[in-house]
């Protein structure tokens, strides 16, 4: 399909810079089949019914931006991937600067050596010492808030916490599940109360996710891959609410590409570990899922592309003109929908 059919005029004001306080005071749009609802996240359980499984990603974000030197040249890093113990692969701010085989300094104790460059640009650095790299990124790193916001304004104490969900366990993401952020306590409550369970997994949100899509036509993009597990305890569970007549609803396109991923043709979810690079563009039919929260994406996106995969273009494009004319909140921060085919 042409990129150009998921492209959107977005006014700048729409971009969200902090969170929602309360978190579940955020924005709901519903899209329900053929009827709009203008809610809010506190309104959720009232639009679930009884039997209903929401799917959480449970991975933590860690602080993967790095500022460094080479020499006399600045260097930025932002991992996206490990690819072992001590070697993640990164882009890298001032790349021309940077060789297989040169050292960066980022400060506290803390260098790697940049390897090979991937066809995507990016390098694989390896971090010197035997500290775990999660310590060496605690004591250099900073969070890795998306580009459209740290252009806005620099990174904040507040942003450590607002930027990880409740659900954050398994270190590892360099961009948080963006749709549980709207999540509280409070919340999770009155979804039991109401009869609503709840799942986690775990996928491992790489810098990927913020590429833009360069291609012309969607069957020429290629797609960022990311780790992912659902253990069989989880995947049986996910099978026993659809055969009991319930929906799983994934929380954040994250969890929804995990588990169509571990889906097979038959529907059913088996358990899953390893790197999953699935790109769901319209025409693609769903396999393990039936509806999503989520933020609102970019322009020419490909979590745009999913969407409108699960909801059809047109409705997804009239959905998002509704948004934008009623002053909903767009991107990581920002306010959250309810798709429901």
């Given at each position: 399909m042409?990129v150009?059919?998921?492209?959107f005029?977005?006014?700048?004001?729409s971009?969200?810079?902090?969170?929602?306080?309360?978190?579940?005071?955020?924005?709901?749009?519903?899209?329900?089949?053929?009827?709009?609802?203008d809610?809010?996240?506190?309104?959720?359980?009232?639009?679930?019914?009884?039997?209903?499984?929401?799917?959480f990603n449970?991975?933590?974000?860690?602080?993967?931006?790095?500022?460094g030197?080479?020499?006399?040249a600045r260097?930025g890093?932002?991992?996206?991937?490990?690819?072992?113990p001590?070697?993640?692969?990164?882009?890298?701010?001032?790349?021309?600067?940077?060789?297989?085989?040169?050292?960066?300094?980022?400060?506290q104790?803390?260098?790697?050596?940049?390897?090979?460059?991937g066809?995507?640009g990016?390098?694989?650095?390896d971090?010197?010492?035997?500290?775990?790299?999660?310590?060496?990124?605690?004591?250099?790193?900073?969070?890795?808030?998306?580009?459209?916001?740290?252009?806005?304004?620099?990174?904040?104490?507040?942003?450590a916490?607002?930027?990880?969900?409740?659900f954050a366990n398994?270190?590892?993401?360099?961009?948080?599940?963006t749709?549980?952020?709207?999540?509280?306590?409070?919340?999770?409550?009155?979804?039991?109360?109401?009869?609503?369970?709840?799942?986690?997994?775990?996928?491992?949100?790489?810098?990927g996710?913020?590429l833009?899509?360069?291609?012309?036509d969607t069957?020429?993009?290629?797609?960022?891959?990311?780790?992912?597990?659902i253990d069989?305890?989880t995947?049986?569970?996910l099978?026993a609410?659809?055969?009991?007549?319930?929906?799983?609803?994934?929380?954040?396109?994250?969890?929804?590409r995990?588990?169509?991923?571990?889906?097979g043709?038959?529907?059913?979810?088996?358990?899953f570990?390893?790197?999953?690079?699935?790109?769901i563009?319209p025409?693609?039919?769903f396999?393990?899922?039936?509806?999503?929260?989520?933020?609102?994406?970019l322009?020419?996106?490909?979590l745009?592309?999913l969407?409108?995969a699960l909801?059809?273009?047109?409705?997804?494009?009239?959905g998002?003109?509704?948004?934008?004319?009623?002053?909903?909140?767009?991107y990581?921060?920002?306010?959250a929908?309810?798709?429901l085919?």
């Amino acid at each position: 399909m042409n990129v150009d059919l998921f492209d959107f005029a977005l006014p700048n004001d729409s971009i969200a810079l902090r969170p929602a306080s309360p978190r579940d005071a955020a924005r709901l749009l519903v899209l329900d089949g053929d009827a709009t609802r203008d809610l809010h996240v506190g309104d959720l359980p009232a639009q679930l019914r009884a039997g209903d499984l929401l799917v959480f990603n449970d991975t933590r974000v860690i602080p993967a931006q790095l500022e460094g030197t080479r020499g006399e040249a600045r260097i930025g890093a932002t991992l996206h991937k490990r690819e072992g113990p001590r070697r993640w692969r990164a882009f890298i701010r001032n790349a021309k600067r940077l060789r297989d085989g040169d050292v960066i300094d980022f400060g506290q104790g803390v260098s790697a050596t940049a390897g090979d460059r991937g066809d995507d640009g990016s390098f694989a650095l390896d971090f010197a010492g035997t500290e775990p790299v999660e310590l060496l990124l605690e004591r250099a790193g900073r969070m890795p808030l998306p580009p459209y916001i740290a252009a806005k304004r620099p990174t904040d104490a507040r942003d450590a916490d607002d930027y990880q969900t409740m659900f954050a366990n398994e270190p590892g993401a360099v961009a948080a599940p963006t749709a549980a952020l709207h999540f509280t306590p409070d919340l999770m409550a009155a979804l039991d109360a109401a009869g609503i369970g709840h799942a986690t997994l775990t996928l491992h949100v790489g810098a990927g996710t913020f590429l833009p899509v360069k291609a012309d036509d969607t069957a020429d993009h290629l797609m960022h891959a990311e780790w992912g597990r659902i253990d069989a305890a989880t995947a049986d569970r996910l099978n026993a609410v659809r055969a009991a007549g319930g929906r799983v609803i994934a929380v954040g396109t994250t969890s929804l590409r995990l588990i169509e991923s571990a889906s097979g043709d038959d529907g059913i979810v088996r358990p899953f570990e390893g790197d999953t690079a699935i790109f769901i563009t319209p025409g693609y039919r769903f396999k393990g899922i039936d509806g999503l929260v989520t933020n609102f994406h970019l322009p020419r996106s490909t979590l745009f592309m999913l969407v409108s995969a699960l909801m059809g273009l047109e409705r997804m494009q009239a959905g998002y003109a509704h948004a934008i004319a009623s002053g909903y909140r767009f991107y990581s921060y920002g306010d959250a929908s309810l798709l429901l085919p």
